[in-house]
């Protein structure tokens, strides 16, 4: 049976360590995170099966570097709760794939722009050898 965990938590550096402490613990895996305030609250989803996001979960809670502002564990969620937490990793993966895509529309232009500047340096490096073979 599947299982969704939170784990809520004040800070970046200390979501990472919970996220860390989870995974390590039992076999859970990330479905997204969440950052609010400008990062001063970071809110990670974790899911497995029922035993296993529980022991992730108080493991965080026991271990992690700055103690959590919230945790819960849902057993068997609504597909409404799922449906939910698939919509912020949508969303996460839509925020990351926008960087990756603009990086791929300047390396053409780059590309273009050194082809263009190549181009126009090979004349003149043919005319100046035209001319030095004629002066000798």
């Known amino acids: 049976m599947k299982s969704l965990g939170f784990v809520e938590v004040s800070g970046v550096v200390a979501a990472v360590d919970a996220l860390d402490i989870m995974c390590k613990s039992a076999e859970v895996s990330l479905v997204s995170w ?27 809670k026991a271990q992690c570097i700055k103690k959590p502002c919230a945790v819960a564990v849902i057993a068997n969620p609504h597909p409404e709760t799922v449906r939910l937490a698939e919509l912020s990793a949508k969303r996460l993966e839509k925020k990351n794939a926008k960087p990756a895509a603009e990086k791929k529309a300047e390396a053409p232009a780059a590309a273009k722009t050194a082809k263009t500047t190549a181009a126009k340096s090979a004349p003149k490096t043919a005319k100046t050898e035209a001319n030095s073979e004629k002066t000798e």
Do not use: C, F, Q, Y
């Not at 990670?44 to 035993?51: D, E, F, H, K, R």
């Open 34 to 60: 969440e950052r609010k305030l400008g990062g001063r609250l970071v809110t990670l989803i974790v899911t497995g099966n029922v035993s296993a996001v529980t022991a992730a979960v108080e493991n965080a």
